[in-house]
C-alpha cells in the first residue's frame, strides 16, 4: 500500500513537500502537546491514543491530500503551562505543523494559544479545554479564530450539572476544586446557576495540585453539614481528596466534573463509596460512532474508552484529519476554513471508522458536503470554535459508569433564560 501511495510525478511530489507540515511526500504531520505525565496525565494519555487511532482510520480509508499518511508529533506538556509553550513553539516554528491538538487542561491551553498558535496563525483544537476564558479570548478578538474545542463550554456545563445535582436532591452542597483557571471558571459558573435555581453552597474550597493530603480542605469542607461535595478535580488528586472526605465521614454523596468519569479515580476511591455520585459530560448518550469507538478503543490502545477525554480526543482527530482533506493541502489557513465545513449540516451524514472515513474522503473528491458525527454526537462549531450540542448525564454504578440521562442545549439555553441570563 504504501509503496503505491508514494507513484507521484516529480511535480506533485515537490508541491507536496512545500506544504507546511511535509515530513515527505506522503506524511502530514499534525503536533500534539498532551498532558502525558502530570496531574492531568490520565487525560492525556488516552486523547492521544484517541487522535493516533482517528488518524489510523483515516489514513486506512485513503490518507489526506493526495493519499498522505497522517502522523502526529507529540510532546509532552507535563501538566504546565511553560513546558507547553516551549514544545509548541518547537513544533510550530521548527517542525512548521499546520495544527496543534492540545492541550488537554485550560491552564496549558490558553498559554499555547496565546503565546504560539494564535500569533503564528496556526489552528488549535483543544479536546478538554473548558474554561469560558477561552470563549472570552475568541470574543475580544485575541485568537485570530484559529481555535476549537470538542468540549462544551464551562459557561453551559456549569448549568446543566447545576440542574442535575438539583434533581438528585443535592440542594446543599461544599465545594473543593483545583486552584486553576478550570477549576475557578467551572465552579463560578455552576455556582451561579445553583444559587439561581435555589441551591445552597455551604463553602468552597480550592486546593493546589500534587498534594500528599488534603485533610485541611477537607475539614473545612465537612463544616455546615453539606449534604455532599462538589468536587472539580483531575482523577488522581480527585481519589485522594474523596478518600479524606469519606473517612473523615463526610456524606457519601458527589457531583463530578466531567473529567472525573475515570476507571482510575473509581478504583483508587472504591466503588462502594460511589454509589450516589454524578457528574455531567458533553456528548450523547450512544450513536453510530459511539459504537465504533466503544467496540474498538481498548484493542487499539489498552484504555477504557470511558477514560477522560477518549472520545474527545477521537473526534478532535477525526474533525482534523478531515479538515485537512477537505483543505487538500497542510496549510493552517486552508484548514482552519475547512474545519465548519465537515461538520456542514446539510452534508451527508459521516460517523466514525475506516469505512465511513473512506466514504467521506470520496465525497470531500466529488466536492460535496459532509457532516462528521462523532463520538460525542452531532456537533457544530460557532464563531469562537466552541462546539454546540448536549449534555450526557450520568451516574457511577458498581464501579461503572452509567448514562441515565441527557440536556440538550435548548433545555441548557431555557434553564439560563429562567435565571435571566
Known sequence: MFGKRILFTATAAAALL???????????????????TGPAGAYGQAGTKSVEMAFRDINDAGGVAGGCKLVTDTRDSQSQGNVAVDAATQLVQVKKV??????????VSIPILTSVTAPAKVVQVSPASSSP???????????????FRTITSDALQGVASAKYALDQGLKKLSIIHVNDDFGANMVAEFTKAYKALGGEI??????????????????????????????????????????????QGGPQKFLLNDGMNSEDFIKAVGAKYLENAY?????????????????NYKAFSEIDPGAPAAVQGYDAGAIVGLAIAQAGKADSAAIQ?????????????????????????????EGKPIKYEGVIGPVTFDQYGDITGPFRLWKITNGEVATVGQMSAADVDAIKAKMGN
Open 18 to 36: 512545500a506544504g507546511a507540515g511535509m515530513a515527505s511526500a506522503c506524511e502530514v504531520t499534525v503536533g500534539l502537546v498532551m498532558e502525558l
Open 98 to 107: 499546520p495544527v496543534i491538538i492540545g492541550g488537554i487542561i485550560s491552564s
Open 133 to 147: 476564558t477561552l470563549t472570552q479570548l475568541a470574543r475580544d478578538g485575541k485568537t485570530n479564530g484559529v481555535f
Open 202 to 247: 455551604v463553602s468552597d474550597t480550592p486546593y493546589n495540585a500534587k498534594q500528599a493530603s488534603y485533610q485541611p480542605e477537607v475539614t473545612k469542607a465537612m463544616e455546615g453539614a453539606p449534604d455532599g461535595l462538589y468536587l472539580v478535580a483531575t482523577p488522581v488528586d480527585g481519589a485522594t481528596i474523596a478518600r479524606q472526605w469519606v473517612s
Open 279 to 295: 457528574g455531567t459530560s458533553s456528548g450523547t448518550d450512544t450513536t453510530a460512532s459511539t459504537d465504533y469507538f466503544n467496540a
Open 337 to 365: 476554513d475547512s474545519i465548519r465545513k465537515v461538520l456542514d449540516p446539510k452534508g451527508t451524514v459521516i460517523h466514525a471508522g475506516k469505512e465511513e472515513f473512506a466514504k467521506a474522503l470520496a465525497l470531500i473528491k
